[in-house]
């Protein structure tokens, strides 16, 4: 696979804001058959000048939710990775924002 497909989109969200400034830490929605080496290489490859101290997985069960009352939908189940960065390094989420 290629790095565009493991790396679907980061989580943008209080908490993943916080672990990012202080404890270097950046939160991925990731694809779902990606293991913890692919994500490792998929992240030194997206960002040659970082390197990749430990990456935790988890994966996100399906939800139910409801619109209009009656109408029941499924929200998909999806896979989140956690990556920690060795060292002074930091990803640069938003580029020219």
């Known amino acids: 696979m290629h790095w565009r497909e493991i790396l679907r989109r980061p989580v943008v969200t209080e908490k993943s804001n916080y672990a990012a400034d202080t ?25 040659p000048n970082v390197t990749v101290a430990k990456v935790r997985v988890a994966n996100m069960p399906a939800k139910r939710g409801r619109r209009l009352r009656r109408i029941a939908i499924r929200k998909p189940a999806w896979k989140k990775a956690i990556v920690t960065l060795a060292g002074d390094g930091s990803i640069d989420l938003f580029e020219g924002v």
Do not use: D, G, R
Not at 23 to 47: C, D, G, P, R
């Open 23 to 47: 404890l270097n830490q950046y939160t991925f929605v990731v694809h779902s058959k990606a293991n913890k080496m692919m994500i490792k290489q998929a992240i030194e490859l997206a960002w």
